[in-house]
């Protein structure tokens, strides 16, 4: 136990839990962003592999160490954006269950991208045969000097950076906005949206755009950031997780982040508790069964609170 | 449209509206295989005989048939045990964790007890069928108590059974002998007796899968309890407005969901293998969702389906083999399949040109009579 409070209280386990909760984080700001305009993206885990592939595939082609990551990023928003649309077509256009739309993409994803990776390196694990670039680590001038919150909030991956910031910017849209506010109008009642006038269905074409290219952005920071390579399912749930996490937070973008860092805590913690003497397989279960308690807290807690307002 | 019996008129439309769902089958599939065809021409060095593999490479010998009917086996659980649960619109996909988990049930059970030969195999089913309706109820419970998306917590469910199996497997009933990560073997008498000696298709889990389904058609299609479910996935508030058990249809569907899974499980455990020997999710609960909907939710389907889905897998095995194309393209195209046949504007205007051409047809006779 002196062990784990040992790890946990370390500057640098803090830091930790900002690397690893921004895939978490984009995800969820994706799913939230769906939720507002009344949709459900099931497809985040699809959607970030797409990306994550596709950045890797593309920083790799230009083979320039000081653009190519940037390319790379480019494309896999361009990915998750397409592939955010395409979601919309099959939900709103074609009519498709949005739950079986989204485990539909997910099994594209899982199993397009082996595909891929194999007919692009031969190999239908993982792509480090092949050179790609990494997105660059940001040193903070002067915070980077303090001593605990230079090591927790210096030195960060740019994405990491690029994904508190579109917490605010995602405020600032939604709530700001003329679009925002259609957005949330039509999330809150497409009926009444529709009588003033909103069109409902590109509204929420736009937001299941918007919801792909946030996971896309998180997904590409998986394969050139989290770490250097794309290897198969390596999002291993996350897109799952982020769904949980838009559903604790309310799909506001300041409750998701809170939910997010939640879950990023318990993924750190599993990934430095693999350095105790904890078999491996329990340590992996933690922030799954963390979400799972969690999630029902908050509905246990929703359900109370609805009937206490009741009385 | 749910029954024929409503006269004749409802009866005309309900057999346009079905054969329309055959047409929309054969054309989805037949989109399908033709993405399948360009994908393979532009990856394969000969097409032809990578195409010849997949679609026709199963019927060239007698073990490749009964390779189709062993893949049929897990299918056909995992198609059930979804079926049930998106017949009652619960989207509870625990299948894929809880299928694991009863794999490693089963082989716990026929490594650490000592029992005559046949009631073995049954205790190991037993079990795995127990602990696997306990598992599936979970998010059940907690979507009927407090409402929490059964969605998501399935699917985390699906991690943490499979963390559980192999921290089970790998700390208490680990081969250290072994190179690989595998349990001890078995004890002789709990594997199930093969139907012919040289395959590997069992007598127990071939008969338990056709029970599956035919008990599963008639609970959900013969009974009260099983039209609660029904009727829950149709409209919830008709079934809570017509007291019918509603706890049932929700914690109920999972629960049974689970236990087919965890029984799908142990039989392939049984029927497969000597000693535990996954290191991965298998994936059959995800193919439970391809077969469940290619079966319209009916269990009476679902062999077909599995059929369909078996055929395909042993086909690309057989292409990955000869020509070396991967066979993660045969799941992508199954997907693609999948949205079409779910998506209810595919072919909308087709729909509705056959139900104008019917109502033509029959004012005209109508009116030829008068």
């Known amino acids: ?311 | 449209m749910s029954t024929g019996k409503e006269g004749k008129k409802r009866g005309l439309l309900h057999d346009t509206a079905s054969r329309f769902e055959v047409i929309r089958m054969v054309v989805a599939i037949l989109i399908g295989a033709a993405i399948t065809a360009v994908v393979i021409f532009a990856v394969s060095e000969t097409p032809l005989e990578s195409l010849r593999c997949m679609f026709f490479g199963p019927i060239e010998r007698v073990r490749y048939l009964f390779n189709v009917l062993e893949l049929m086996v897990p299918l056909i659980f995992t198609g059930v045990a979804i079926s049930v649960v998106f017949s009652a619109k619960q989207f509870n996909l625990a299948a894929e964790g809880i299928f694991f988990f009863g794999g490693m049930v089963a082989a716990v059970t026929a490594i650490a007890l000592k029992l005559p030969k046949g009631l073995h195999a049954a205790v190991c089913v037993l079990l795995a069928a127990l602990l696997g309706g306990l598992l599936g109820a979970l998010p059940g419970l907690l979507k009927y108590k407090w409402n929490a998306s059964e969605l998501v917590i399935s699917l985390m469910l699906n991690y943490v059974c499979f963390s559980m199996s192999m921290y089970v497997i790998k700390n208490y009933f680990r081969d250290k002998n072994a190179g690989a990560i595998v349990s001890y073997v078995f004890e002789e008498t709990a594997p199930m007796t093969k139907l012919v000696a040289k395959y590997r298709l069992t007598t127990g889990g071939a008969l338990l899968a056709v029970a599956a389904c035919v008990l599963l058609y008639f609970f959900l299609y013969k009974t009260r309890w099983g039209f609660a479910i029904r009727s829950a996935g149709e409209n919830m508030n008709f079934t809570r407005y017509a007291g019918l058990p509603v706890a049932f249809a929700v914690i109920g569907s999972q629960a049974i969901s689970g236990v087919v899974a965890g029984i799908g499980g142990a039989v392939e455990m049984l029927s497969m293998y000597t000693r535990f020997q996954w290191t991965m999710l298998t994936g059959y609960g995800w193919d439970g969702v391809i077969v469940a909907i290619f079966a319209k939710n009916n269990p009476k389907y679902v062999p077909l389906a599995a059929g369909f889905l078996a055929w395909l897998r042993i086909g690309a095995d057989i292409m990955l083999r000869r020509t070396g194309v991967q066979m993660e393209i045969v799941k992508v195209i199954q997907a693609i399949i999948i949205v079409l046949l779910v998506a209810e504007s595919f072919l909308a205007k087709t729909r509705h040109k056959m139900v104008v051409k019917e109502a033509t047809a029959e004012a005209a006779g109508a009116k030829e009579v008068a």
């Open chain 1, 1 to 311: 136990m002196e062990e784990l409070f040992s790890v946990i209280g370390n500057a640098a386990f803090a830091a930790s839990i900002l690397r690893v909760t921004t895939p978490i984080l984009l995800a969820a700001l994706g799913a939230a962003v769906a939720s507002q305009a009344g949709c459900l993206n099931m497809g985040l885990e699809g959607i970030m592999l797409f990306s994550a592939l596709t950045g890797v595939f593309v920083s790799s082609l230009t083979g320039s160490a000081v653009w190519g990551s940037w390319a790379g990023l480019a494309a896999g928003v361009l990915i998750g954006g397409a592939l955010g649309a395409l979601l919309g077509y099959l939900v709103l256009t074609l009519k498709t269950d949005a739950t079986l739309a989204g485990v539909a993409l997910n099994t594209i994803g899982s199993n397009g991208t082996v595909f891929l990776l194999y007919v692009w390196t031969g190999s239908s694990g993982i792509s480090s045969s092949h050179k790609s670039f990494v997105l660059p680590d940001l040193e903070i001038p002067l915070l980077k000097d303090i001593p605990v919150l230079g090591t927790i909030f210096s030195g960060q991956n740019v994405v990491t950076y690029l994904a508190f910031a579109l917490v605010l910017a995602l405020i600032f849209f939604l709530y700001k906005t003329p679009l925002g506010l259609r957005i949330r109008a039509v999330g809150l009642n497409p009926d009444a949206a529709d009588s003033v006038g909103i069109n409902v269905v590109r509204m929420r074409y736009l937001a299941y755009i918007l919801s792909g290219v946030l996971a896309g952005i998180g997904g590409a920071y998986m394969s050139m950031g989290y770490v250097s390579w794309f290897a198969r399912d390596m999002t291993s749930g996350r897109g799952f997780i982020a769904l949980a996490a838009s559903a604790m937070g309310r799909s506001t973008p300041v409750g998701t982040t809170v939910a997010s860092l939640l879950f990023g805590f318990t993924m750190a913690l599993s990934n430095s508790m693999q350095t105790l003497s904890i078999p491996y397989e329990l340590v992996e279960a933690v922030p799954y069964a963390c979400t799972i308690v969690a999630l029902s807290v908050y509905a246990y807690h929703q359900v109370r609170k609805s009937k206490k307002a009741r009385k």
